[in-house]
């Protein structure tokens, strides 16, 4: 991965981060070099061109005004956050094992952020996982096979059970990103270090926080910060903003280079939401600021069709969330202090070719509106209701328990008497 000029320029003030940043570039690339991504066979990349674009959209969008006012380590913990933000989902089939048999690292993360044990994660998951209803089934494999624990020899798993495992690692892969930065990465039989002795326990830690929080509301992350380090700043280090520019960069990153449309018609991916996935990144044909407003970011998009177009406007609105929230943060943190009240990101609003819905279906051949049937509701509960048991609703619902107590013991009576195991 190539550092960007401007973030070389101050690791280069510091040799000694400069060299744990090179160690840790090195290490990680070790693990992406032999990546098959072997729990998310559908994805789009994640790959060190992910890292390299975010990296490139993270120094974009820090402002000249705000370059004067960072520090090396400020560009050292950037350019690691970075690196181990989705490392985690490069988990190996061993790291897995690894990860769900006992404590990662058996090392505490700082300010007792996590409870569960990943043993403990993955049974409460798994558990979940059984009661998942045909819809959740279809988005996550493509059909309404029921989830079931994968086999303990990871030679038989199909790819459902990949899959299943796969939403297990998203939903907590920037913990896992916190706890890579202090542990390693798990593997077999024990953990690679990804960050340098060369680094302190603490920024080795605060690394981990940057990256852990693009993966959570950037308030939830600031409680821990703010106990264990420094708000505002930590041995130089502007975590807030960090944190920031992270979040954003990565959200950037939804151009078609990430999902290019001749792979997705050679792959054959079954889950709905990853066909969507890709499908709404290869969409995006062009992404600037160089238009009139000098705060904005511009997107031009081509979606084939409606679910496409809702997802791109469900992506561009969640992108203009995070820019409002983050500016919040900003003026909150760094607002009484002239000097860091120039820490700041160069765009506030994001302009799309979908804002104007009417203009936009001028130009397609289907109706961009999100259009749906909305009938489980209380309402509709109780005209069902009524006609059997009156305006009580309380008493449906005793009914409904009776008959699955009688239908539980039907079938204990039948197994008892036809021999078959309960």
């Known amino acids: 991965m190539v550092i960007p000029k401007r973030l ?114 993955w049974e409460d998951f798994l558990g979940e996982a059984k009661r998942f209803d045909g819809r959740t089934l279809k988005k996550l494999f493509g059909s309404a096979v029921p989830a079931k624990r994968p086999p303990s020899d990871f030679n038989e798993f199909t790819k459902n059970d990949r899959r299943l495992i796969g939403e ?22 024990g953990y690679l270090p990804i960050l340098s002795e060369r680094l302190s326990a603490s920024l080795r830690d605060l690394a981990g926080l940057i ?46 280079e990430r999902a290019p449309e001749e792979l997705l018609q050679i792959l054959n991916i079954k889950s709905p939401f990853s066909q969507g996935e890709w499908k709404a990144h290869a969409a995006v044909v062009n992404i600037t600021c160089e238009g009139d407003d000098p705060e904005a970011i511009e997107v031009r998009s081509h979606p084939q069709d409606v679910l496409v177009f809702l997802r791109l406007q469900e992506i561009l609105k969640g992108l203009q969330a995070e820019l409002d929230t983050s500016w919040a943060v900003l003026g909150e943190v760094y607002g009484r202090n002239s000097h860091l009240a120039k820490l700041g990101i160069g765009i506030r609003r994001v302009r799309s070719n979908l804002d104007d819905p009417k203009a936009f279906a001028r130009t397609v051949d289907y109706v961009p509106y999100r259009a749906v049937f909305e009938a489980a509701d209380a309402d509709l509960l109780r005209l069902l209701v009524e006609p059997l048991y009156g305006k009580d609703a309380n008493l449906g619902t005793r009914e409904l328990i009776q008959n699955s107590v009688d239908a539980c013991r039907e079938l204990r009576d039948y197994c008892e008497h036809s021999g078959v195991p309960v």
């Open 8 to 121: 070389l320029e101050l690791l280069e003030r510091d040799t000694a981060l400069h060299g744990a940043v090179l160690e840790a570039i090195t290490a990680s690339e070790t693990i992406l070099a032999h990546s098959q991504l072997p729990f998310f066979p559908d994805y789009t990349d994640h790959g060190i061109g992910h890292l390299q674009s975010t990296l490139v959209s993270a120094t974009a969008l820090i402002p000249d005004i705000t370059w004067p006012v960072l520090s090396a380590a400020d560009a050292a913990m950037l350019v690691l956050a970075t690196l181990l933000h989705d490392l985690g989902m490069h988990l190996t089939e061993s790291g897995f094992a690894s990860l769900i048999s006992g404590p990662v690292g058996r090392q505490p993360i700082c300010g007792q952020l996590d409870e569960d044990t990943w043993p403990k994660l």
């Open 168 to 189: 297990f690692v998203r939903r907590h892969h920037a913990r896992l990103a916190h706890e890579i930065a202090i542990a390693g990465f798990p593997g077999h039989p």
């Open 211 to 256: 990256a852990r929080s693009h993966g959570r509301s950037i308030r939830s992350a600031m409680p821990n910060l703010a106990a264990n380090f420094h708000l505002r700043e930590f041995q130089a280090v502007h975590a807030v903003f960090l944190m920031v520019v992270l979040r954003i960069a990565d959200y950037l990153q939804i151009q078609s």
